[in-house]
């Protein structure tokens, strides 16, 4: 395993904590700081692998609670694999389930085995253990594969959190022995809720594993964003240096270079092709519904500073129409043009950090910082 993945660090900010990395995989680099798209069922919805290539992806998520019940690993492992499944020839993470346990809660039942869960598509029982996880997994073929991990809500006890830590922690034993695939990077997962003891107890189990990657989740649950910062500042010191960090469920700018600051290198979100399906654009840092009448006669590009296909070649008034008429080519062009804004960022902030400014141009948590109005322009 150790010759298929590695993971090596080419530039660090001397003001944060921010670094710029290398995460070889079998299926291609990743260069970190990285924002990854989401694709729950093995699509990131509305878009395809072309575009997400364009975009400048370089790795994207599918996830493993969805695809066993649609439409099964057996298909995906039938055709090769992910992989060949979807026609993405770069590397691919797979969620466990875990994030199921968590929003999923009012269809599943815990016990120290796993969780039992309902169909929400079919109402048919799935049982779902660590074991079950992994072994979905390594039929799905993903170069990243996650750890099964019970996901706390906020707010919850300290002692309900702890119970939910210690069934993270065992369950990573049992993940780690039933993982077998040579070419694939079993990733460990953080819990902890917002109790600094308890994440940095599972902060230091997880890490004695020493395996190729590490997360941090139960965040982005409801808690307080500053938690969430407050979190990953201190739990940064208590991980492996030489390993990527990966801060689950988060796309937002300000909430990506405070993270990348505190030694973060992968996100992930849905939130681009969300908002997308839903008539609404990023730009510069805001976020603009197409729907509104004020863009009926804008003829300029949705961003000038863009070099999406949308940006590229539709107006700000041709977007509106595709949205007001309720058009598919209108929620996939902002889709598209919505994950091209964060990748641009996240490449945005490498170039800041190898050219030492990262820590003056990218300081959303520095209010005299003179680029603070403008901070997410490349």
Same mark, same amino acid.
């Given at each position: ?303 000038? +500073? ?8 539709? &107006?700000?008034?041709? !977007?509106? %129409? *595709? /949205? @007001? +008429? ?8 902002? &889709?598209?043009?919505? !994950?091209? %804004? *964060? /990748? @641009? ?34």
């Amino acid at each position: 395993m150790k010759d298929l993945f590695s993971f090596d660090i080419k530039a660090n900010c001397s003001n944060t904590r921010g670094r710029v990395g290398s995460f070889i995989t079998p299926h291609g680099v990743v260069n970190t700081p990285c924002f990854m798209p989401v694709g729950t069922m093995a699509t990131v919805k509305g878009l395809t692998v072309n575009q997400l290539a364009e975009a400048g992806s370089q790795m994207v998520l599918s996830n493993t609670y969805h695809l066993h019940i649609q439409p099964g690993e057996d298909v995906v492992a039938e055709s090769g694999g992910l992989h060949s499944f979807m026609g993405w020839k770069g590397p691919i993470l797979t969620d466990s389930g875990g994030f199921q346990v968590f929003s999923l809660a009012n269809l599943n039942k815990i016990d120290e085995q796993g969780v039992e869960f309902r169909s929400h598509r079919d109402g048919r029982i799935i049982q779902l253990t660590p074991e079950k996880s992994i072994e979905i997994q390594m039929a799905l073929g993903a170069d990243v594969v996650m750890a099964f991990d019970q996901c706390p809500p906020y707010p919850a006890s300290e002692s309900e959190v702890a119970l939910a830590c210690n069934r993270t922690h065992s369950w990573l034993r049992r993940c780690v022995e039933a993982h077998s695939r040579s070419d694939q990077a079993l990733f460990g997962i953080v819990q902890g809720g917002c109790f600094p003891a308890l994440r940095e107890q599972s902060a230091r189990l997880v890490s004695d594993f020493d395996l190729p990657g590490i997360a941090i989740g139960g965040v982005s649950v409801g808690e307080p964003v500053e938690e969430m910062h407050r979190i990953v500042r201190e739990l940064e010191p208590l991980l492996p240096n030489n390993r990527p960090r990966y801060l689950m469920g988060i796309g937002t700018l300000r909430e990506m270079a405070i993270a990348v600051a505190n030694g973060i290198d992968l996100f992930d979100c849905v939130l681009p092709t969300r908002l997308g399906r839903h008539g609404t654009a990023l730009v510069g840092g805001e976020r603009w519904n197409l729907r509104n009448s004020r863009f009926r006669h804008d003829h300029s590009p949705l961003d000038e +500073s863009c070099g999406c296909f949308a940006c590229r070649n539709h &107006s700000r008034a041709y !977007l509106h %129409h *595709l /949205i @007001r +008429s309720e058009e598919l080519l209108g929620l996939s062009l902002l &889709s598209l043009h919505n !994950l091209f %804004h *964060l /990748i @641009r960022f996240t490449r945005a902030i490498s170039q800041g950090i190898i050219e030492g400014n990262f820590s003056e141009d990218f300081a959303p948590w520095n209010s005299r910082s003179p680029a603070r109005h403008t901070w997410y322009f490349p």
